[in-house]
Nanobody
Framework: QVQLVESGGGLVQPGGSLNLSCTTS????????MRWYRQAPGKERELVAT????????MYADAVKGRFTISRDNAKNTSYLQMNSLKPEDTAVYLC??????????????WGQGTQVSVRS
């Protein structure tokens, strides 16, 4: 069955770095774009970064541009989100999202369970 498992979250001080991973199985990872979202308490889910199926040109939310880097290794069925210069406002649950586009929601079909990122002194 389809599985997406995020890892790499944790508690970090402002200015620190984390590298999130999303390891997938049960489908053909290489044919779908990959997105990373985040959701903070009391806030709407936010699209953070997206990368096409073959890699290459990525797109980022303005809030993370220049600090976060999305990548993927299709041989390992895994995507990464390198987060540098972290700020307290980056605190959220981070979720990976891939698969066929769902026209009703505008999201992709498959979701991970999320990993918590907390940034504080």
């Amino acid at each position: 069955q389809v599985q997406l498992v995020e890892s790499g979250g944790g508690l970090v001080q402002p200015g620190g770095s984390l590298n999130l991973s999303c390891t997938t199985s049960g489908f053909t990872f290489s044919i779908y774009a990959m997105r990373w979202y985040r959701q903070a308490p009391g806030k709407e889910r936010e699209l953070v970064a997206t990368i096409p199926s073959a890699g290459g040109s990525a797109m980022y939310a303005d809030a993370v541009k220049g600090r976060f880097t999305i990548s993927r290794d299709n041989a390992k069925n895994t995507s990464y989100l390198q987060m540098n210069s972290l700020k307290p406002e980056d605190t959220a649950v981070y979720l990976c999202n891939t698969g066929p586009l769902q026209l009703v929601t505008g999201t992709l079909a498959y979701w991970g369970q999320g990993t918590q990122v907390s940034v504080r002194s």
